[in-house]
C-alpha cells in the first residue's frame, strides 16, 4: 500500500504540473490495493495517450531502459562495443591534464576569510538604507526636473513671448509713424514746390 501510495503522489504530482490543481483526484482509504493500482494504471495510460510525447518516451524505455539511468562509473556501456569506448577515451584524453589543472587550480585557491564575509552581511541594512535613499533622491530629482521644466515654460511663455510680442506692438506703431512722418514731410515738399 505504501509503494501504491508513492505512486499516486507521483502521479498527482505530474497531472498537477500537467493540468493544474484541479485535476486532483481524492482516494478513500477504504480502497483496496488492487482497486488503487487498476485506477492509477487507467489514469496513466489517459495522461499517456493524451500527450503523444509520453508514449513515445515510454515506448522509447522500454526498447532502451539504460538510456534513462546512469549506469555505474565503473561499468562500461552495454551497448558500445570495447573498440569504441578505447577510441572516445582516447579522443578525450587531451582534455584530462587542462581538467586536473583547473580542479587543482580550485582546490588551491584561497577560501576568504569569514570574518570579510561577516561584514559584508553586516553591510547589508546599510547597503538597503542607501538603496532607499537613492530612490528617495531619484524621485526628488524628477520632481525637481518636472519643476524646473514648468519654471522655464512659464518664464518663456510669460517672460519671452510678452516682451517679443510688445516689442513687435512697439516696431509696428514705430512703423506707421514712420509712414505718416515720410506722408507729411513728402507733402510739405510738394507744398514748397507749389
Same mark, same amino acid.
Given at each position: 500500500? +505504501?509503494?501504491?501510495?508513492?505512486?499516486? *503522489?507521483?502521479?498527482?504530482?505530474?497531472?498537477?504540473?500537467?493540468?493544474?490543481?484541479? &485535476?486532483?483526484?481524492?482516494?478513500?482509504?477504504?480502497?483496496? /490495493?488492487? %482497486?488503487?493500482?487498476?485506477?492509477?494504471?487507467?489514469? $496513466?495510460?489517459?495522461?499517456?495517450?493524451?500527450?503523444?510525447?509520453?508514449?513515445?518516451?515510454?515506448?522509447? @524505455? !522500454?526498447?532502451?531502459?539504460?538510456? $534513462?539511468?546512469?549506469?555505474?562509473?565503473?561499468?562500461?556501456?552495454?551497448?558500445? =562495443?570495447?573498440?569504441? #569506448?578505447?577510441?572516445?577515451?582516447?579522443?578525450?584524453?587531451?582534455? $584530462?591534464?587542462? &581538467?586536473?589543472? =583547473?580542479?587543482? /587550480?580550485?582546490?588551491?585557491?584561497?577560501?576568504?576569510?569569514?570574518?570579510?564575509?561577516? +561584514?559584508?552581511?553586516?553591510?547589508?541594512?546599510?547597503? !538597503?538604507?542607501?538603496?532607499?535613499?537613492?530612490?528617495?533622491?531619484?524621485?526628488?530629482?524628477?520632481?525637481?526636473?518636472? %519643476? *524646473?521644466?514648468?519654471?522655464?515654460?512659464?518664464? @518663456?511663455?510669460?517672460? #519671452?513671448?510678452?516682451?517679443?510680442?510688445?516689442?513687435?506692438?512697439?516696431?509696428?506703431?514705430?512703423?506707421?509713424?514712420?509712414?505718416?512722418? %515720410?506722408? %507729411?514731410?513728402? /507733402? #510739405?515738399?510738394?507744398?514748397?514746390?507749389?
Amino acid at each position: 500500500m +505504501s509503494t501504491i501510495s508513492l505512486l499516486e *503522489s507521483r502521479l498527482l504530482r505530474i497531472e498537477h504540473l500537467l493540468y493544474g490543481p484541479n &485535476a486532483s483526484h481524492p482516494s478513500s482509504q477504504q480502497d483496496s /490495493a488492487s %482497486r488503487k493500482l487498476k485506477d492509477l494504471e487507467r489514469r $496513466f495510460s489517459m495522461m499517456a495517450s493524451h500527450m503523444r510525447v509520453y508514449g513515445e518516451l515510454l515506448k522509447i @524505455y !522500454k526498447s532502451n531502459p539504460d538510456i $534513462f539511468h546512469a549506469p555505474n562509473a565503473s561499468e562500461p556501456p552495454s551497448q558500445l =562495443s570495447i573498440e569504441t #569506448i578505447q577510441s572516445i577515451v582516447l579522443a578525450s584524453a587531451s582534455a $584530462f591534464p587542462a &581538467a586536473l589543472s =583547473s580542479l587543482t /587550480a580550485v582546490q588551491d585557491s584561497p577560501i576568504p576569510d569569514p570574518s570579510e564575509s561577516a +561584514s559584508l552581511i553586516g553591510l547589508n541594512e546599510r547597503m !538597503k538604507a542607501i538603496e532607499t535613499t537613492q530612490i528617495a533622491q531619484s524621485a526628488e530629482i524628477t520632481e525637481l526636473r518636472r %519643476r *524646473s521644466e514648468a519654471v522655464m515654460l512659464l518664464w @518663456y511663455e510669460k517672460g #519671452i513671448l510678452a516682451n517679443s510680442q510688445s516689442l513687435a506692438q512697439v516696431e509696428g506703431r514705430v512703423q506707421g509713424l514712420e509712414k505718416s512722418v %515720410r506722408r %507729411r514731410e513728402v /507733402a #510739405i515738399e510738394e507744398e514748397k514746390q507749389i
